[in-house]
T-cell receptor, first 112, second 114 residues
């Protein structure tokens, strides 16, 4: 089944403890991106990747890192999480830029 | 700067009523892409439609229709004869000319009352 898989689904952590949210797609898509969803703010783009080893900042990149070493994987790294990074995170992929996004199921992160 | 405005935060309608969700966008690009996504209570994001800036044809898909008007920078979404299953948050989104950066509206929460 074609899908975008995010793990974990839920994560509770403490301030400053490094964490990684994984994202993997099995559709051979070139483009991948990360978003955070907050009440009243909609979805905001954190980072995107146009292909392997090519990444760039979205609207709200501060406090996040990404890497794209393989086409299928695009992990989101929070090296020192803070409470204002508590949010619902979505990973997405698409065949090429400007095409429809296929979203993962989301990761609900709570930073205490 | 790119921006998407969904001024309707919450809408409630009675089943079988028609409802229109408004989306107004701002961009200086001549090439751009517009999207609608649905987020049902289960939380996943479901793609509904994609339009590029050169295609102003309105589209109908079953009970769903979309009205794209460049003159007013709007991309409105109408549900005809609404059903309870249409209850969800609906997001309008804009992608810039590169197709890499996406800008979402704040969403409209639609409740269809049986």
């Amino acid at each position: 089944e074609a899908q975008v898989t995010q793990n974990p689904r839920y994560l509770i952590t403490v301030t400053g403890k490094k964490l990684t949210v994984t994202c993997s797609q099995n559709m051979n898509h070139e483009y991948m991106s990360w978003y955070r969803q907050d009440p009243g703010l909609g979805l905001r783009q954190i980072y995107y990747s146009m292909n392997v080893e090519v990444t760039d900042k979205g609207d709200v990149p501060e406090g996040y890192k990404v890497s794209r070493k393989e086409k299928r994987n695009f992990p989101l790294i929070l090296e020192s999480p803070s409470p204002n990074q508590t949010s619902l995170y979505f990973c997405a992929s698409s065949p090429h830029f400007g095409e429809k996004l296929f979203f993962g199921s989301g990761t609900q992160l709570s930073v205490l | 700067a790119q921006k998407v405005t969904q001024a309707q935060t919450e809408i409630s309608v009675v089943e079988k009523e028609d409802v229109t969700l408004d989306c107004v966008y701002e961009t200086r690009d001549t090439t751009y892409y517009l999207f609608w996504y649905k987020q049902p209570p289960s939380g996943e994001l479901v793609f509904l439609i994609r339009r590029n800036s050169f295609d102003e044809q309105n589209e109908i898909s079953g009970r769903y229709s979309w009205n794209f008007q460049k003159s007013t920078s709007s991309f409105n979404f109408t549900i005809t004869a609404s059903q309870v299953v249409d209850s969800a948050v609906y997001f309008c989104a804009l992608s810039d000319y590169t197709g890499n950066q996406f800008y979402f509206g704040t969403g409209t929460s639609l409740t269809v009352i049986p």
